[in-house]
């Protein structure tokens, strides 16, 4: 039971380029999300899922696109990278009905730099 | 929305007791939880608290609530080494969704 993984764990983006940042779990949870981490700001929602097919914008979504085609798989699209978006990007699943509500799990974090 | 406040740092002796406070605004979030994040890592669930519930102790960890206040803390008995780390409060706002506060780094020194 690998949990939730994410790829890369690290990259570095020169500005205008894109990338898709890859999220899985193997827990059969229902809703997934997109998180930054930013220095003194805590975690931030860019956009969650509330099953396959479906997605919706969080807190900071503007420069973001996803798309969860897959149960297991949410992904995070950068268009067009820019130096803002120098970040730790965090994801994290939840919910099914065995287990505690509310509870997310997290992946280990993608470390994004762009120049 | 949701404001979720904490203290940035706080630094502590190894064998000491810590505590980390959070204040909330949502006054209907149901679960509040408390995450830790090691360096370089996730974000791991270290405890949570039913709204209907003043206290919950979880061996080495107190939590609690005063939702007259929205005030949840979490105390850290014995603190050690190991504990350093930063310490997220998470209530929930609406279902399934968190709200996370900055976070409080704890540094215990030996």
């Known amino acids: 039971n690998a949990g939730v993984t994410q790829t890369p764990k690290f990259r570095v983006l020169k500005t205008g380029q894109s990338m898709t940042l890859l999220c899985a779990q193997d827990?059969?949870?229902?809703?997934m999300y997109w998180y930054r981490q930013d220095p003194g700001m805590g975690l931030r929602l860019i956009h969650y899922?509330?099953?396959?097919?479906?997605?919706a914008k969080g807190e900071v979504p503007d420069g973001y696109n996803v798309s969860r085609l897959k149960k297991q798989n949410f992904l995070l699209g950068l268009e067009s990278a820019a130096p803002s978006q120098t970040s730790v990007y965090f994801c994290?699943?939840?919910?099914?009905?065995?287990?505690?509500?509310?509870?997310?799990?997290f992946g280990p974090g993608t470390r994004l730099t762009v120049t | 929305g949701e404001d979720v406040e904490q203290s940035l740092f706080l630094s502590v002796r190894e064998g000491d007791s810590s505590v980390i406070n959070c204040t909330y605004t949502?006054?209907?979030?149901?679960?509040l939880y408390w995450y830790k994040q090691e360096p370089g890592a996730g974000l791991q669930l270290l405890t949570y608290?039913?709204?209907?519930?003043d206290m919950k102790q979880d061996q080495r960890l107190t939590v609690l609530l005063n939702k007259k206040d929205k005030h949840l803390s979490l105390r850290i008995a014995d603190t050690q080494t190991g504990d350093s780390a930063i310490y997220f409060c998470?209530?929930?706002?609406?279902?399934?969704?968190?709200?996370f506060g900055t976070g409080t780094r704890l540094l215990v020194s030996p």
């Open positions: 949502d006054s209907s979030s149901t679960y």
């Open positions: 998470a209530p929930n706002t609406g279902f399934q969704k968190l709200v």
């Open positions: 994290a699943s939840s919910y099914s009905f065995d287990r505690n509500p509310y509870e997310q799990y």
């Open positions: 899922s509330v099953g396959e097919g479906t997605t």
């Open positions: 608290i039913f709204s209907n519930m």
């Open positions: 827990m059969n949870h229902e809703y």
